[in-house]
T-cell receptor, first 114, second 113 residues
Framework: AQSVTQLDSHVSVSEGTPVLLRCNYS??????LFWYVQHPNKGLQLLLK??????LVKGINGFEAEFKKSETSFHLTKPSAHMSDAAEYFC????????????FGKGTTLSVSS | DTAVSQTPKYLVTQMGNDKSIKCEQN?????MYWYKQDSKKFLKIMFS???????INETVPNRFSPKSPDKAHLNLHINSLELGDSAVYFC????????????FGEGSWLTVV
């Protein structure tokens, strides 16, 4: 069975400082992993995905994530936070085949202060 | 061009009513999904269809009935609405072309009063 655990329900940073959103996964398959972002009252937008190619994945808006199999982690980072990054972030695992449902983490709320 | 579109975006209705949410994808994907996001923002799969056939049916009250007239459409019909059905419902799709990346619609905000 697959699952993801987002280690922080809420992260607060100041504008211009680094962002770290932590995610651990559990999967009996070689996992596909994703980060999605949801801005207030908006839909879900794909930030980036890992599908067994390069372990360091670059996404949109300056975000990146590193797949570490030994630590079963897929943490999301950004060097410098922007006010517009304030949103809900979801770490997600998939079984790896088309048609397999995504399993969502419980989300991390990112707040950015000026 | 909207890839996955769902209507209505907002719906306020009374308890006991029957309502439908429609979803269409123009990506040529084989598989479509309905997810429910509760008040704590937790997202959970409800249903999945592959080429019009039901492949995932999580523990959902049978008041919820998905209908897929063709592989580009997956509608969600809800009978006898209850207060606890208030949530955001997301339609999504994926397929061989997109790999296992799932593309989401904008969501339908359902409020039952």
């Amino acid at each position: 069975a697959q699952s993801v655990t987002q280690l922080d329900s809420h992260v607060s940073v100041s504008e211009g400082t680094p962002v770290l959103l932590r995610c651990n996964y559990s999967s009996s398959y070689s996992p596909s992993l994703f980060w999605y972002v949801q801005h207030p009252n908006k839909g879900l937008q794909l930030l980036l995905k890992y599908t067994s190619a390069a372990t360091l994945v670059k996404g949109i808006n300056g975000f990146e994530a590193e797949f570490k199999k030994s630590e079963t982690s897929f943490h999301l980072t950004k060097p410098s936070a922007h006010m517009s990054d304030a949103a809900e972030y979801f770490c997600v695992v998939s079984g790896g085949q088309a048609g397999t449902a995504l399993i969502f983490g419980k989300g991390t709320t990112l707040s950015v202060s000026s | 061009d909207t890839a996955v579109s769902q209507t209505p975006k907002y719906l306020v209705t009374q308890m006991g009513n029957d309502k439908s949410i429609k979803c269409e994808q123009n990506l040529g994907h084989d598989t479509m999904y309905w997810y429910k996001q509760d008040s704590k923002k937790f997202l959970k799969i409800m249903f999945s269809y592959n080429n019009k056939e039901l492949i995932i049916n999580e523990t959902v009250p049978n008041r919820f009935s998905p209908k897929s007239p063709d592989k580009a459409h997956l509608n969600l019909h809800i009978n006898s609405l209850e207060l606890g059905d208030s949530a955001v419902y997301f339609c999504a799709s994926n397929g061989r072309v997109g790999g296992n990346t799932i593309y989401f619609g904008e969501g339908s905000w359902l409020t039952v009063v």
